[in-house]
């Protein structure tokens, strides 16, 4: 995931992508715990799919605030 791709949505949006990938996450924590994940990798790439989320989030908040 870009992070011009999540600039291009809309909050409410922004705010369903994380949700999904903070569930993913849960997801992936308890397959490790019990031993069944395959893909270590994606972890690490989850959590910095929500790090860009609540960063663009961050940045459109800013944005509003300052515009006002």
């Excluded at 690490?44 to 940045?59: C, F, I, Y």
């Amino acid at each position: 995931m870009k992070a011009q791709e999540l600039r291009d949505k809309t909050p409410e949006q922004l705010r369903e992508q994380l949700v999904a990938l903070k569930k993913e996450a849960f997801n992936l924590r308890f397959q490790q715990a019990t031993g069944q994940l395959e893909s270590t990798a994606r972890m690490r790439s989850v959590r910095k799919d929500v790090a860009r989320v609540l960063t663009v989030m961050n940045q459109k908040a800013a944005d509003a605030a300052a515009s006002q």
